[in-house]
């Protein structure tokens, strides 16, 4: 193997390493985009259900009907 198959080759490594590099960071993002968007979700989603938790306490009964008296 010669000097220019040599440098020819680390030059083909060091080209891919770049698009490696590229490929790790736009994936970086990516998830760190995927993370913000669930944790937004999650948060979300938490808040829905305190309102359903507090909607089923006070209308227990379906509408038009009235709770039992407190003696039944």
């Known amino acids: 193997m010669n000097d ?3 440098a020819s080759r680390i030059e083909t490594l060091e080209i891919r390493l770049m698009h490696q590099e590229a490929t790790i960071e736009a994936l970086t993002r990516t998830l760190l985009q ?3 968007l669930v944790n937004a979700q999650s948060a979300a989603i938490e808040r ?4 359903i938790r507090g909607l089923s306490s006070t209308h227990d009964a ?9 003696h039944y």
């Open 4 to 6: 220019n198959e040599l």
């Open 48 to 51: 829905l259900e305190a309102m």
């Open 62 to 70: 379906l509408p038009g009907e009235e709770p039992p008296p407190p």
């Open 34 to 36: 995927q993370e913000q």
